[in-house]
């Protein structure tokens, strides 16, 4: 099994550019969450999609959209970026909270 | 423990040490607990967890014990090896909602 994979690795974007990060998970879960990852801070949700159909926002939702494109894939996308989302991105996916998440590689997004 | 900011703490221990890493949680209501280790350019690996109803729990080489009294979480890793460089953070989550994430320590092991 591949777990959680992630594409791209890496991106830079230009102010105002859109783009959108793709995860998939291949272990049948039901909850998968996107998350930002920022110097010297803990993970922040910025969306989460507790069961196929449905989508909430975390803390952090504010220039984000996501969609939950089938069970297995949960994409992030940007409309218009900003340096502000300069960032690592991780998505995860577990059976459901409060079981362990497990994580992508991550997406390293510059915003310039 | 740890604090916010853009520095992380860290913690430098000689090969074949203990290793002990803290976090204080936050929130009293917190029951599940969960210890991860993020090595440098990777997606943060799950390496043990606690309920609140436990206030020890081991794995191998690893023991997580939990202080619910003042909130406090600890990770002892017996005799840290070079691999075990990375950095560890908790997570804690309350009655079935989302994770709230601590930011982590840096564990430097020293040859």
């Given at each position: 099994n591949a777990g959680v994979t992630q594409t791209p690795k890496f991106q830079v974007l230009k102010t105002g550019q859109s783009m959108t990060l793709q995860c998939a998970q291949?272990?049948?879960?039901n909850s998968m969450y996107w998350y930002r990852q920022d110097p010297g801070m803990g993970l922040r949700l910025i969306y989460y999609s507790a069961s196929e159909g449905t989508t909430d926002k975390g803390e952090v939702p504010n220039g984000y959209n996501v969609s939950?494109?089938?069970?297995?894939e949960f994409s992030l996308r940007l409309e218009s970026a900003a340096p502000s989302q300069t960032s690592v991105y991780f998505c995860a996916s577990n059976r459901g909270s409060p079981y362990e998440q497990y994580f992508g590689p991550g997406t390293r997004l510059t915003v310039t | 423990g740890e604090s916010v900011g853009l520095h992380l703490p860290t913690l430098s221990v000689q090969e074949g040490d203990n290793s002990i890493i803290n976090c204080a949680y936050s929130?009293?209501?917190?029951d599940y607990f969960i210890w991860y280790k993020q090595e440098s350019g990777k997606g943060p690996q799950f390496i043990i967890d606690i309920r609140s109803n436990m206030d020890k729990r081991q794995g191998q080489r690893v023991t997580v014990l939990l202080n619910k009294t003042v909130k406090h979480l600890s990770l002892q890793i017996a005799a840290?090896?070079?691999?075990?460089?990375a950095v560890y953070f908790c997570a804690e989550n309350s009655e079935g909602q989302n994770f709230v994430f601590g930011p982590g320590t840096r564990l430097s092991v020293l040859p």
């Amino acid at each position: 099994n591949a777990g959680v994979t992630q594409t791209p690795k890496f991106q830079v974007l230009k102010t105002g550019q859109s783009m959108t990060l793709q995860c998939a998970q291949d272990m049948n879960h039901n909850s998968m969450y996107w998350y930002r990852q920022d110097p010297g801070m803990g993970l922040r949700l910025i969306y989460y999609s507790a069961s196929e159909g449905t989508t909430d926002k975390g803390e952090v939702p504010n220039g984000y959209n996501v969609s939950r494109l089938n069970k297995r894939e949960f994409s992030l996308r940007l409309e218009s970026a900003a340096p502000s989302q300069t960032s690592v991105y991780f998505c995860a996916s577990n059976r459901g909270s409060p079981y362990e998440q497990y994580f992508g590689p991550g997406t390293r997004l510059t915003v310039t | 423990g740890e604090s916010v900011g853009l520095h992380l703490p860290t913690l430098s221990v000689q090969e074949g040490d203990n290793s002990i890493i803290n976090c204080a949680y936050s929130n009293s209501a917190s029951d599940y607990f969960i210890w991860y280790k993020q090595e440098s350019g990777k997606g943060p690996q799950f390496i043990i967890d606690i309920r609140s109803n436990m206030d020890k729990r081991q794995g191998q080489r690893v023991t997580v014990l939990l202080n619910k009294t003042v909130k406090h979480l600890s990770l002892q890793i017996a005799a840290t090896q070079p691999g075990d460089s990375a950095v560890y953070f908790c997570a804690e989550n309350s009655e079935g909602q989302n994770f709230v994430f601590g930011p982590g320590t840096r564990l430097s092991v020293l040859p």
